[in-house]
């Protein structure tokens, strides 16, 4: 495996620890200024909204996320990821858990430090 292809799983699986982790510090820190998040019944989403979703679903559920990277390609300064995603949500305060799953399409940006960086993102997330 080329060592840029792995740097790119590297940075996905220390995305998916950090979501799992609630650790929204780290995830801010791995996204690009510009990032463009797309979920499935709403719209467009930055890096400044991030934190408005991401924290209250974190106090509401327990979240598991499994990502299985299918393909994984680079192209110079970009490259993508197509993963098959679960996501187990079980509500903190008691009650049925959801459980959803699908695809996601990443996009990453090297930076010039090396670093990938979270520039795009869409997902099929729905129920199971």
Known sequence: MASEEQAVRDTHEAWMVAVNAGDLARLMTMMADDVVLL???????????????????????????SSEPLEITVMGELAY?????????EPRAGGDAIDLAGHRLTVYRRQPDGRWLLARDAHTLTSV
Do not use: Q, Y
Request: charged share 20%; hydrophobic share 30%.
């Open 39 to 65: 979920n499935p019944g709403g719209p467009p989403l930055g890096k400044a909204g991030f934190p408005d979703k991401f924290s209250p679903a974190h106090e509401r559920f327990l979240l598991r996320c």
């Open 81 to 89: 990821t197509v993963c098959r995603d679960t996501l187990h949500l």
